[in-house]
């Protein structure tokens, strides 16, 4: 049986923690004099929200099998999400509830998609909220589970096993709510250091705090509507955002145990780095060739800028532009699809499908070859030493295959559902895999110089579900769907 009354209870607690962030957002619109009331009857309807979700499990039995808690975490993205769209709502930013929801989702799921036009005619206030969400969503709603709630008897492991990103999970503590303390330690580390370097380069204080929040997060949210190299005209800010969009796709536990922990020589033994390092380079070498030669000025420098920033923007799916990539020579194309779908280390702020994925594969792949001359030969898959078993490769596998339907699925229902925009079978392609990935641009005409705002409300709802799926890594989602999951043996 599902534990309702234990679920609602930690949703109610968590809903404490949305209030507290829409205060401070609060806080940010009386700094800068704006309206604050509309923050105020968003926060007094979180906390009615809180308390009933609260009292209604305060009696209820701690214990959280594996079921409640891929319930649990579902739930929570999604509440969270439509508590996200009211600040949107109520001060007038959005008028409609299909591009609130797309809005909210898209933070939260620090995907990056927008359908805003004028980000720059936004206040300050919903500003601050967008970055917000996705800091939030970056670290993931449940990391706040785990930490703040042991003391309530609620079952952590379960609740990381259904948040947790990747086939594999390491644990660098016994205990799984230690483990997050330090993992947000280092999120923490890398934002504060952002900004930092962003002030040093000469980036005013709040645009340095929200833009340090959506890259750490790898979210890809702007306070401003122009691309990067038009708004700053800075070379260094760019660098500097290519290097710590590429440090959060790092797998935060290798971060800590090899660079906290004074461990460099580990850093550059795991497999798992090396693929994502093996795709970037590969990827920024190809684009800055092809740029170079196509290039008018054949500016190296230039070239090498834009390349880097695209590719490691798009992989660690922060959805950030330097410039309009879509422009790019079509050879380019199949390169950044493929990088939109690679995506960085597990362990990370990032989407997409995973280095590790790739890593246990290609090891898979090799094994087979072997096979096929030495059909005898046993030969066991292993990455960082520790042996794959081969229910792990199954369900990579089924992974896999859930992810291509997906964006396939996703792609027929855009092309179904939004008949008026004329979207084309590339073009819902390109926003399937983007939503799925949690990239935020995509190809063509929603590449990064245009909002998805001609998406129909079906297809933004469409879009926003994507997300949730591809963020939560899909078995979390899709399992709901199941009959057996609802049964009561």
């Given at each position: 049986m599902i534990?309702?009354?234990?679920?609602?209870?930690?949703?109610?607690?968590?809903?404490?923690?949305e209030a507290g962030q829409l205060f401070v957002t609060m806080l940010v619109a009386l700094l800068y004099k704006e309206d604050v009331l509309?923050?105020?009857?968003?926060?007094?309807?979180?906390v009615c929200l809180g308390g009933t979700g609260a009292l209604i499990g305060k009696n209820a039995n701690k214990s959280m099998s594996r079921r409640d808690g891929y319930l649990t975490v579902s739930l929570v993205w999604l509440v969270f999400a439509l508590i996200g769209m009211l600040p949107f709502l109520f001060t007038g930013s959005i008028n409609s509830i299909s591009g609130a929801f797309f809005?909210?989702?898209?933070?939260?799921?620090?995907?990056?998609?927008?359908?805003?036009?004028?980000?720059?005619?936004?206040p300050h206030g919903v500003i601050f909220w967008r970055s917000m969400t996705q800091w939030i969503g970056g670290i993931g709603i449940i990391f706040f589970t785990i930490?703040?709630?042991?003391?309530?008897?609620?079952?952590?492991?379960?609740?990381?096993?259904?948040?947790?990103t990747g086939p594999l999970h390491d644990k660098v503590h016994p205990r799984i709510s230690v483990a997050v303390r330090w993992i947000g330690s280092v999120y923490l580390c890398l934002t504060v250091l952002c900004i930092i370097s962003l002030l040093i380069c000469g980036m005013g204080i709040f645009d340095a705090i929200n833009i340090s929040m959506t890259t750490t997060a790898t979210g890809g949210f702007s306070p401003h509507t122009k691309l990067f190299s038009d708004q700053f005209q800075s070379p260094a800010i760019e660098y500097v955002l290519t290097i710590f969009m590429f440090l959060s796709g790092v797998n935060y536990t290798l971060i800590y145990y090899s660079i906290l922990k004074g461990r460099i020589k580990k850093f550059f033994q795991n497999p798992e780095l090396r693929a994502y390092l093996y795709i970037s380079i590969t990827s920024i070498i190809i684009c800055t060739l092809f740029l170079t030669l196509t290039h008018e000025s054949n500016d190296l420098e230039l070239s090498f800028r834009q390349s880097a920033f695209t590719v490691i923007s798009l992989q660690t799916t922060t959805g950030f532009a330097s410039c309009d990539y879509t422009l790019w020579p079509l050879v380019l194309m199949p390169v950044l699809l493929f990088i939109m779908f690679a995506g960085a280390c597990s362990g990370s702020t990032s989407g997409g499908f995973k280095c590790i994925r790739w890593a246990i594969l290609w090891e898979v792949l090799s094994n087979e070859f072997t096979r096929i001359l030495h059909p005898r030969a046993v030969i066991p898959v292993k990455i960082c030493g520790e042996?794959?078993?081969?229910?792990?490769?199954?369900t990579l596998l089924a992974f896999c295959a859930l992810f291509l339907s997906s964006i396939f699925v996703g792609a027929f229902l855009l092309i179904l559902f939004d008949s008026k925009s004329h979207i084309q079978y590339t073009e819902a392609l390109s926003l399937s895999l983007s939503s799925i990935s949690n990239v935020g641009p995509a190809l063509?005409?929603?590449?990064?110089t245009h909002s998805w705002s001609v998406l129909c409300?079906?297809?933004?709802?469409?879009?926003?579900?994507?997300?949730?799926?591809?963020?939560?890594?899909?078995f979390p989602i899709m399992i709901l769907f199941t009959r057996r999951f609802w049964t009561k043996d």
């Open positions: 534990n309702w009354r234990q679920i609602f209870r930690v949703i109610g607690v968590l809903l404490f923690i509309p923050y105020l009857w968003i926060i007094l309807i979180t809005e909210s989702m898209s933070g939260f799921t620090s995907t990056g998609s927008t359908i805003l036009d004028n980000i720059d005619a936004l930490a703040l709630l042991p003391t309530f008897g609620v079952g952590e492991i379960k609740l990381f096993a259904a948040e947790a042996m794959i078993s081969t229910s792990v490769q199954k063509d005409y929603y590449g990064p409300p079906a297809s933004r709802f469409i879009c926003g579900s994507l997300m949730l799926v591809g963020r939560l890594e899909i």
